[in-house]
């Protein structure tokens, strides 16, 4: 089982950030998936969840009408769609499958600085 993140950069607040997570190693649509993230300092917190096929999905607080959540269970892909980011979404990103969880990736990068 592997989880691939990419996506991650550096934009200015008020930017745009498409994440994208590569499942291998098990069928995608078994599992409900989520994405982390892990910003300076501080511990690694539940940013978005969606069902197994989509039909529902859950945010934090913090990120909920800016990030949306999506899957293409055929790609075997997860994707975290990010706008108007501001300087605290700065964070190392990571998805998550619940059938699997103790498994991460490497993460990805997103800086939000002006």
């Known amino acids: 089982v592997q989880l691939v993140e990419s996506g991650g950069g550096l934009v200015q607040p008020g930017g745009s950030l498409r994440l994208s997570c590569v499942a291998s190693?098990?069928?995608?649509?078994?599992?409900?998936m989520t994405w982390y993230r892990q910003g300076p300092g501080k511990e690694r917190e539940l940013v978005a969840l969606?069902?197994?096929?989509?039909?529902?999905?859950n945010y934090a607080d913090s990120v909920k009408g800016r990030f949306t959540i999506s899957r293409d269970n055929a790609k075997n892909t997860v994707y975290l769609q990010m706008n108007s980011l501001k300087v605290e979404d700065t964070a190392v990103y990571y998805c998550?499958?619940?059938?699997?969880?103790?498994?991460w990736g490497q993460g990805t990068q997103v800086t939000i600085s002006s």
């Open positions: 998550n499958a619940r059938l699997w969880p103790g498994v």
């Open positions: 190693g098990f069928t995608l649509s078994r599992s409900v």
């Open positions: 969606i069902s197994s096929f989509g039909h529902s999905t």
